[in-house]
């Protein structure tokens, strides 16, 4: 804890994220490609779903990560409200275009998989649908900090939009099980242990990783832009202040 | 080979969707990157212009080129 609190220093962060990134970039170049062999030359075609089951080394991860990311936006979003930590709230802020882009990419490629599988592009059943839901919360988070200028109040109206919508999230990963859905079931984590072939599932848990990695860098260069607009904001409100005074006394 | 590169590209009938799921990926992916970088960059200029000493080793985690103002 004392860490972190150290590291809600931005100048702290600045310093160490910039240690950081060249490390992340280079990790996540490393997994993405490992995962990309892995997943088109070295998996085999599935049983029922044929070479289709390729759409899953994407749509799986991205899925994984649409929820993770919504997570951390709402740790964030938490610790942002409690403790007033200003990275928490830029960490959030930061968080949501990431999120939101791999729910785009979930809900994208998981209709390209539908069409051929289940004869449709979409089915409003329970967990397209709540993911659905998600994106759109995102997208709400986003607007929300567009529409309030003043950063402290945006963050705080955003955090409660983040906090309020987490209840989404179980909603998400139980939705399979609490209804007659055509999404199949649970097939990774779940109790006597994953129901896929370690052929497949190796590739899909690399490109499970190779996506957080890339969460990981992505979400430290955009924390970074957050905290140097916060501060050329800080700048400008300071020579605003500065020039008023004169301007007034050339006025009079 | 041709063949193999042929079946490959195939996809056993499945290309029309693979293949787009993939570029999907590629595309959201790299431009959430690139738009990210691109922004860092001209947050760095625009903090490099002001001379303000924030931002440790660079927005994108190296020495800034040429030397920043802010050294």
Not at chain 1, 75 to 83: E, I, M, N
Not at chain 1, 91 to 120: D, H, Q, Y
Request: aromatic share 10%; charged share 15%.
């Amino acid at each position: 804890m004392k860490a972190m609190v150290g590291y809600a220093n931005p100048a702290r962060f600045m310093r160490a994220s910039a240690r950081l990134l060249p490390w992340c970039k280079g990790v996540t170049a490393l997994l993405l490609a490992g995962g990309v062999y892995l997943a088109l030359f070295v998996a085999p075609p599935d049983y029922q779903q044929g070479e289709s089951v390729r759409i899953m080394f994407v749509h799986v991860p991205s899925a994984w990560m649409a929820m993770a990311t919504y997570a951390v936006m709402a740790v964030a979003s938490a610790v942002g409200l409690v403790w007033r930590h200003v990275l928490a709230d830029l960490t959030a802020k930061a968080a949501a275009p990431i999120g939101a882009s791999f729910t785009a990419l979930a809900l994208a490629s998981g209709s390209l998989w539908g069409k051929p599988m289940w004869g449709a592009w979409w089915v409003w059943d329970a967990r397209l649908t709540s993911v659905l839901i998600l994106f759109f919360l995102y997208l709400g988070y986003i607007a929300v900090w567009q529409a309030i200028e003043e950063p402290a109040r945006a963050g705080r109206v955003a955090a409660i939009v983040a906090l309020v919508g987490s209840v989404n999230l179980p909603v998400i990963h139980f939705s399979v099980n609490w209804w007659n859905t055509l999404h199949q079931p649970e097939s990774v984590v779940r109790m006597g242990g994953p129901a896929i072939d370690p052929s497949i599932l190796v590739p899909l848990l690399v490109m499970g990783v190779a996506f957080f990695a890339f969460f990981v860098t992505v979400l430290l260069i955009r924390v970074r832009v957050e905290v140097m607009a916060r501060r050329l904001r800080a700048v400008a409100q300071v020579r605003a202040a500065t020039a008023a005074p004169s301007v007034a006394v050339q006025g009079a | 080979m041709g063949a193999a590169v042929k079946a490959f590209l195939g996809m056993g009938g499945y290309w029309a969707y693979v293949w787009p799921a993939w570029a999907l990926a590629v595309g959201i992916l790299a431009g959430l990157y690139a738009i990210s970088v691109h922004q860092a960059r001209r947050a760095e200029r625009r903090l490099d212009a002001l001379g303000r000493p924030l931002r440790g080793r660079g927005a994108l985690g190296r020495q800034p080129r040429g030397g920043g103002t802010h050294r």
